[in-house]
């Protein structure tokens, strides 16, 4: 049999790896803390979870969702007008099975092979791997730590810029957990207009910004629906992420032939999740709030503990993630999360896998009640892996 040249080597997700190892220790009767998927362990609310169990119980439901309800429609323009204060008119908006289906698909109507797509480093995987699915040549763009992990626009080369099709942002940001200010917005519009750039916004994390600072959306800014688009998720906002329903958002043009393009591979999302988004867009909006001070809880406790065992961190502004160095002694991430999954059993991300400049880091997700973090680190502490203290 022969096989794609370009796709043949394709390795599995490393959290794919990391799970099929974590399973081996919990056969062995080892506990396993997984603080390695951002998987919301909440329940969706109330009013959701009945919207969903209602709309399932008519067979109408079940059939092909083709395009966007009415009803979804009203409730995205009205969220966003309410959160944002950014008026949406139907044109401007893309149902997708979740943001990472929509990101994974996105550059195909937009670029063609050997277009240049600026992508972060370090990214979560499918912005990279995305773009390179349509054959575009990819350019790295540093976020370190010294600038807050913010895209530097002024160390883009010249020539490059020039070439780019396409610029994929996030913020606030997985996996370093970082935001960026109005003014970083501002400038990437005049970028994106002065190089003729589409930009792609990742904003899943908008609602999990802490200590009192507001997530914002990029298409807030003077000139964004001329340049790009946005994802937003129900995911983890509304710990929906089983449901698979996100929306792309902004330049009309964009829109439409994401839409076009998805009509091809896609039969729409079915009416019965719609209405489950419908509901949690238009219900009480009071299960936001009540997220957001738990992770920022959990955030809190697992931080202060990591740092009562020894393992110096500080503290990340948003997302259901902290983004950690590696303690001294380490410099390979993979090797220290085989090596604290071993000895801790705690299971966390190598930054690596993130993109090089991952490498040094590791990430953790707050899926856990606070209590259960603290034994994490804990167990951290115990395992003798920490060896500054």
């Known amino acids: ?184 917005y501002k400038e990437l519009v005049a970028f994106a207009k002065k190089y003729d750039i589409i930009i792609i916004h990742d904003n899943a994390y908008s609602e999990l910004v802490y200590d009192g ?36 958002l902004g330049n009309a043009e964009i829109i439409k032939r994401f839409k076009a393009f998805r009509s091809q591979i896609d039969y729409g999302v079915c009416r019965g999740i719609q209405l489950g988004a419908v509901a949690a867009l238009t219900g009480d909006q009071g299960c936001v709030e009540a997220l957001r001070l738990e992770y920022k809880k959990r955030r809190d406790t697992f931080i202060d503990a990591l740092n009562s065992v020894g393992w110096r961190v500080e503290k990340t502004p948003a997302t259901m993630f902290v983004w950690l160095p590696l303690p001294d002694g380490y410099t390979s ?6 090596e604290m999954l071993e000895k801790a059993g705690v299971l966390v991300v190598p930054g690596a896998s993130f993109g090089a400049l991952g490498e040094g880091y590791v990430r953790a997700a707050l899926v856990c009640p606070c209590d259960v973090l603290e034994r994490a680190a804990e167990n951290i502490g115990k395992s003798g892996i920490i060896k500054n203290v």
């Open 1 to 184: 049999m022969r096989f794609s040249d370009k796709f043949g080597e394709i390795k599995e997700n490393i959290l794919v790896e990391l799970d099929i190892r974590s399973k081996e220790l919990i056969s062995q009767g080892r506990e396993v803390i997984n603080l390695s998927i951002g998987t919301p362990d909440f329940p969706p609310a109330p009013h959701v979870i009945k919207a969903v169990s209602e709309a399932f119980k008519d067979s109408a439901n079940y059939k092909y969702g083709i395009t966007e309800s009415e009803e979804l429609i009203d409730a995205v323009k009205l969220w966003y007008k309410r959160r944002y204060d950014v008026l949406l008119e139907k044109e401007n908006i893309a149902v997708v099975n979740g943001s990472q289906e929509g990101i994974a698909h996105i550059a195909f109507p937009l670029c063609d092979p050997g277009d240049v797509v600026l992508v972060p480093d370090p990214c979560y995987q499918i912005f990279s791997f995305g773009p390179s699915m349509a054959g575009a040549e990819l350019y790295y763009m540093p976020l370190l730590k010294e600038n807050n992990y913010v895209i530097d626009l002024k160390a883009i080369p010249e020539d490059i810029a020039r070439r780019a099709k396409i610029m994929v942002v996030s913020y606030p940001n997985n996996p370093t957990a970082s935001v960026a200010p109005v003014s970083f």
């Open 213 to 248: 600072e507001r997530g914002i959306s990029f298409l807030e800014t003077e000139g964004a629906f001329d340049v790009g688009i946005e994802f937003n998720s129900l995911s983890k906002s509304y710990n929906l992420t089983g449901l698979r329903l996100s929306f792309a």
């Open 333 to 338: 991430s993979y090797d220290f999360c085989l």
